[in-house]
């Protein structure tokens, strides 16, 4: 009996102390500790859904035209990177440009607002070779709307090509580190 009693005091002085700290914790005020880890993160829109390459004259010059671009990028403080890239997914198809490996007959050159560093040289795309279209470095940061950017194509223009309506996609790839 008297371990009994002794079990049910003890027991009794438990809840005790865990009544007294349950109540403990309501106040009039409190507070918590926010805690973040922010990773390197890219993103980017196509502001051109469609670019129209379009040649000045018909005596075969050049088809041109330009893809604008907005991109928002964030890499990693020490020893950090990024890339823009562009590729043709989907060729021209029958009758249209063919842009076989090593083709430089598809290039771009292309105009990136700091903090990227666009191409210093034309690129070409087909359909092995991406282009870079710009890169970063580390600690990058654009603009919380993202930073502008632009691609001006040139297609060579060959008079093999059938006449009619031809499409490609290009996909542009942004990444940081």
Known sequence: MKHLR???????????????????QFAGTGT??????VA???ALRIDSLTTTLTTATTVFDNYTGTTN????????KTGGSGTITAALTTP?????????????DLQFTCVVSSPGIGCTSAQ??????AGTVATFATDAHSARAGNSGSVAWTLVNDPVYE????TATVTFTVSAT
Request: proline share 5%; net charge positive; hydrophobic share 40%.
């Open 6 to 24: 002794n079990v049910i005091v003890a027991v009794a002085v438990c809840l005790l102390c865990f009544t007294a700290t349950a109540n403990a």
């Open 32 to 37: 918590t500790t926010l805690s973040l880890t």
């Open 40 to 42: 390197p993160e890219a």
């Open 69 to 76: 671009f907005t991109y928002k990028i964030r890499s990693t």
């Open 92 to 104: 021209f198809g029958s009758g249209g440009p063919v842009l076989p490996s090593g083709s430089t």
């Open 124 to 129: 070409k795309v087909n359909i092995v070779d």
């Open 163 to 166: 006449t009619g309506t031809h």
